[in-house]
Every structure is written in C-alpha cells, then in structure tokens.
C-alpha cells in the first residue's frame, strides 16, 4: 500500500516535469495519428525514402554475408512459431512430401514443384544479418532456390509488377491469413531466394518450413514464412486488405528497406 | 540587417540584435522536429527495448535493457538492467501506468512517446517523416551560420579563448559572471557545447540512423565498419539522443539562470536587453 502510493507520487512529480516541457505536444499528436488524413501525409516520406534508396543503390547492391563463426547462438522466431492450420499440421505430419509450390497468376507456364524439385533448381548459399522491424538483428546461413531463376522458368508476361507470396499461416481471429508482396526488382535480386535450409539442415518449423522467402534488403517481416503459394499480378490493391502484405494492412510500410 | 528594417538604433533602447531570422525560426523548428523525433524513437525502442554492441542482438549480451517482472504476490515491477547493474525502475522505466490507469510492462512510459500508447507502425512514420524535415533544418542552419559569418564570428573560439580556457573554466560558471557575458556574446564552454551538438551530435545520430537501414547497409556497407555493425549503430543512435536531451536540459537551465524572459524575447523577436543599459 505504502509502496504505491510513492510511486504515485513521483509518476505525479514527472507529470508535472512533463508539463513544464513539450511533452504535452506529444499526447496531442496521439488525435493527429488516429486522423485519416495526417498518417497518410506522413506516409509521404516512405516513397520519397524508396525512391531515394532505389536512385542510390543498383539492381543488385548486396547485402553484407558473414563468417560462419558470426552466426547467432539463438536465432529468435518471431511472428507465428507453429501454424495451427490444420492443413498445416498434416503437410508436417507427412514430412512436407505432399506439399508442392504453386507459381502462378500473370505467368506463361504456371508450375507445381515438390520440394526436391525446387532443392535442384539453381541454388545459393548466403550467411545474413537478418533485422526485425522491432529493432533485433540475427546471423544465420540460408540456402535456396534463387527466385530469379524460378521466374525465368514460369516466363512472367509483361504486365506482371509484383511476386504476391501467400502463406499457410492464420495470424488472427479474423482468420486473415499471412502474405507478402515484392516487386521484380528485389525478385530478381540475386540474394533473393526461396529457402529450404537454415544453418545446414531444412528449414525449421519456427522459421518458415517447408519455405521461406528471404530478400536480404529488407526488413523481416517482408521474408514471407510458410509460402504455399505464389501469384504474379499487375497491382495489389485488390488483394485483401490492398496494401500489399498482411502488416501492411495494418499500418506498416510496404517499403522495407529501413 | 533584419534589425535595421525595423529598428534603426536597438542599441539606443539599451537592446542588442542578437538572433537573426533565419536562427530563430531554424532553432523553434529543430524544437519541434526533435521533441517528434525523440518521442516517436521511444516509441520504436518501445519494440525492442535492450541495446548491444556489434551486429547481432543476442539475448545475454545486452549493455542496456528495459524490462518488467511479476513478483510473488502479483505485483508488477519494472526492471532496468545497465552494464550488469540492476535498478528498480517501477512507475516510469519498464512498467509504468497504462490508459486504465494500472501498471502495463513497457519500457519508456506513455507520456514520453508518440504515439502514447504501443504503436510501432505509426512511430515508425512519424520519425521517418520528421527525420526529413529535421536533416533539411540542419543542413539549411549549418549553410546558412558559413555563409553569414555566424560560425566564424560568434561560435567558433577565438585564440585567446582557447588558450586560457582551462583557468577561466570556472569562472565561467557563476550565474553573475554568466548574466554579465550573456550580452557579449557565448562563453568558450557554451561555444563549444554548441558545436559538439552541431557539428558532432547532429551528424552522428543522422548517420547512425541511416546506418540501421538494411537496403542503405547495401549501398553504404562503410558505415557498418565505422559504427561497428547495426545493433552498435543503434546503441549510439540512442546515446546521442540521450546526449541531445542532456544538452537541452542544461541549455534550458542556463536560460533561466541568465535570465528566462529576456533570452526567450530574444530568441523570438531577436533583440536581447542589456541588463547595465536598463533605467
């Protein structure tokens, strides 16, 4: 009891240090952000950054690769850990065999590959940094099939701008399910890749098995995990929520190079 | 020279110009911009709230970490954990009041971050946002003291400045000696605080900011070496900004030592009064 009446009493002291700052202004940007108008005024600055990135950096600027002896003790598993999709759970009751990747959409040849298909596709191996929109970064060492050569295979048609990954996982009680959206540019990346291993072995359920995306110029939340399928399309918003990823429609930048 | 449109003779009125337009509005603005971008960069440590050096955050090796427990009867306290030392920071650092009114885990409270509540996605367009508006600030403040003089002539220390500067350290500090310096011009230590913020701190949380960007760590793989990799970056992102509020303390206790309303008037309207000159 005695106890919180002294906290009380200095949450009241600084309340009355903040009121002798700016920090008042604060509390009053909290209607500014809940505006329609204002978060799309400050959403601005996002194109002005991707645009700005994308004049900076060529095509294939690469991301940094580590040293195996730089790979983290513990790599966290942020977002779903374990599907609870039923569909799911059987694809890993069976080992993933059943599973085949769907590539389709605005794509001359639309193709089904198992995953021992997709292991002798063109592949790389690559140790990144990989950073969380929260501000964590991890080292682990991924190998893939590279998402450019994958494209070269199904023959994109023209109109196609985005590679649209839908996921297995459910996200919320709404039911929405995860996706992610890249544009050809970061498709073709060469450190772009549909990876089926973390750190020499398949890739962990925590991690995104049977297959993730990794785009090694973004942040985390853009590497789709569980990918059951990919579509090619023109624009995204007709897809869902129209931003073009599941976080999207939830307030986050589509742009995910910061 | 803005003056002189105005008020031909200030100095008649016992009055000197002492901010020019361009430093007023720069300076009322950066106030804005920096109290958006430290309230909205709370709010995204709020995310994550543990600092590390290096390029990995691995859980045991942070240097900082905000944190919040639940003891044995329920209650929940907030934790701060400094190069190992451990602090009870309940009510402000790790756990502090929530919009219900009770305790909530997270780590700077809601009265210090934009938004008030945990909004990462809306923190993150905020200070991406000001973060523009703050570099164009700066970059048209800096041109603008080279190109006008201000640097050479008010900021930068004059040789026989620098060669006394350890004895007159001092007496540079009694409020009487600082109301009496205040009309000639800044002091050797508050000349050199202001370059360090300008010249140091301005460049360095601007470059640790980029530095934490993954697509610009492709384009300026340097400043990863510089800073020693993304979490260290992000370390000293925040060091700064806790240097810069630091600095805004004391220069805001050095205002109401020397003399509150009169630098704030002239820092306004740009005319200080001198104190000998007056009735």
Not at chain 1, 225 to 253: A, F, P, S, T
Not at chain 2, 156 to 170: A, I, V
Request: aromatic share 12%.
């Amino acid at each position: 009891m005695k106890k919180a009446r002294s906290t009380g009493g200095r949450r009241r002291f600084l309340r009355h240090m903040g009121g002798l700052s700016l920090l008042p202004l604060l509390s009053g940007c909290d209607g500014l952000s809940r505006t329609e108008w204002f978060p799309r005024l400050l959403a601005r600055a996002e194109t002005l950054n991707e645009r700005l990135h994308h004049l900076l950096a060529s095509r294939t600027s690469m991301a940094r690769e580590f040293a195996e002896a730089d790979l983290s003790p513990r790599f966290p598993s942020n977002g779903t850990r374990f599907p609870i999709d039923a569909d799911y759970q059987q694809l890993v009751a069976a080992g993933f065999f059943p599973w085949r990747l769907e590539i389709g959409g605005l794509v001359e040849h639309p193709m089904r590959l198992s995953l021992d298909e997709l292991r002798a596709m063109p592949a790389r191996t690559q140790i990144t940094r990989h950073d969380c929109v929260e501000g964590w970064s991890a080292i682990a060492k991924w190998r893939g099939a590279r998402l450019a050569a994958l494209l070269d295979l199904a023959r994109p048609r023209p109109e196609a701008r985005y590679v649209v990954f839908y996921c297995f996982d459910t996200m919320d009680r709404s039911g929405a399910k995860y996706y992610e959206s890249i544009d050809f540019e970061e498709a073709r990346h060469p450190q772009t890749l549909l990876a089926y291993d973390w750190n020499d072995e398949p890739l962990p359920v925590p991690y995104g098995a049977p297959l993730r995306l990794r785009a090694e110029r973004q942040l985390g939340y853009k590497m789709a995990k569980y990918i059951d399928r990919i579509q090619l399309v023109e624009r995204l918003d007709d897809i869902r929520g129209g931003n073009g990823g599941y976080w999207e429609d939830r307030g986050y930048e589509w742009y995910t190079g910061i | 020279m803005e003056s002189a449109k105005i008020d031909p003779d200030p100095e008649s009125r016992g009055e000197i110009y002492r901010h020019t337009v361009t430093v007023r509005v720069t300076h009322w603005l950066n106030v804005l911009f920096l109290t958006f971008m430290l309230g909205s960069g709370l709010q995204i440590l709020n995310a994550h709230p543990s600092l590390y050096w290096g390029s990995r955050s691995d859980p045991q090796a942070a240097w900082l970490e905000f944190s919040a427990y639940q003891t044995p009867s329920g209650e929940l306290r907030g934790h701060t954990r400094l190069f190992g030392g451990e602090f009870d920071t309940t009510g402000v650092l790790g756990a502090s009041e929530g919009p219900e009114g009770t305790l909530e885990q997270r780590a700077f409270p809601g009265w210090a971050t934009l938004p008030s509540t945990r909004w990462l996605a809306m923190g993150r367009r905020w200070h991406f946002f000001f973060a523009w508006l703050f570099v164009i600030n700066g970059l048209l403040y800096i041109v603008y003291i080279i190109t006008a003089g201000h640097l050479r002539r008010d900021l930068l220390l004059r040789r026989t400045e620098l060669k006394g500067f350890g004895t007159s350290l001092l007496q540079h500090l009694s409020p009487r000696r600082l109301r009496a310096e205040a009309a000639s011009g800044y002091n050797p230590l508050q000349k050199l605080s202001y370059l360090g913020v300008i010249f140091l701190a301005g460049p360095l949380i601007v470059l640790t900011g980029l530095t934490m960007s993954p697509w610009l760590n492709t384009v300026f793989p340097w400043l990863l070496d510089l800073f020693g990799g993304r979490q260290s970056a992000r370390s000293l992102h925040f060091l700064v900004a806790f240097a810069l509020v630091l600095f805004v303390l004391v220069h805001v206790a050095m205002v109401v030592v020397v003399g509150p309303l009169n630098q704030l008037r002239a820092m306004i309207i740009g005319r200080l009064r001198i104190e000998g000159d007056k009735g």
